[in-house]
């Protein structure tokens, strides 16, 4: 999701069966937002194990996976490179991994036509995926996220969809 210049929304693009949505300036208003978006990306980029340790940059995946493809084994994803962060720095950024990918997930769920999002909740729903989690954290309603200014909180929003990726200046 790119998240600059003016406010527009372009429909999906389909490049060889990859679909593309993109969503410009949906928090053109917030530069505090995006600032804190991008640096919660960088701490996660810098502790956190990528899914190709042999590319360029780093591929993070976070919530629900279902394993690496010779041992399919479903449960939350626990890639924490950073043996020295303590407990308490672990849950705050889960928290804010949460928060920011719960935010991404319902801005687009709000921004996009219902002809686009429906079919991608239903085929969800379908699949029984859970909605994302973290390790301290499985529940299916309520983020927030702290900014300097203070914390925004949704009590009752829904999580993501069970899975995401973060990713810094990977090429693969």
């Known amino acids: 999701m790119l998240l ?5 929304l372009s429909l999906p693009i389909t490049l060889d069966g990859i ?6 300036g949906c ?11 991008n640096g919660v990306i960088e701490d996660v980029a810098h502790n956190w194990r990528g899914v190709q340790p042999t590319h360029g940059g780093k591929l993070i995946q976070y919530g629900w996976n279902a394993g690496p493809h010779h041992a399919h084994v479903f449960g939350l994803v626990h890639n924490v490179a950073n043996k020295k962060l303590d407990s308490k720095e672990l849950a705050a950024q889960d928290k804010s991994i949460l928060g920011i ?10 921004a996009l036509p219902k002809e686009v999002i429906d079919p ?7 699949a029984g995926l859970p909605l994302m989690a973290s390790p301290g954290h499985v ?6 996220i702290s900014l300097p200014n203070g914390t925004l909180s949704w009590s009752t929003a829904e999580h993501a969809s069970a899975e995401a990726c973060m990713s810094q200046n990977y090429t693969a």
């Open 4 to 8: 600059v210049g003016r406010s527009s």
């Open 19 to 24: 679909e593309l949505v993109v969503i410009c």
């Open 27 to 37: 928090c053109i208003l917030c530069p505090g937002l995006i600032a804190h978006v």
């Open 101 to 110: 990918m719960s935010l991404t997930w319902n801005l687009l769920t709000a």
């Open 120 to 126: 991608v909740e239903e085929k969800l729903a379908e």
């Open 139 to 144: 529940k299916e309603h309520g983020y927030e």
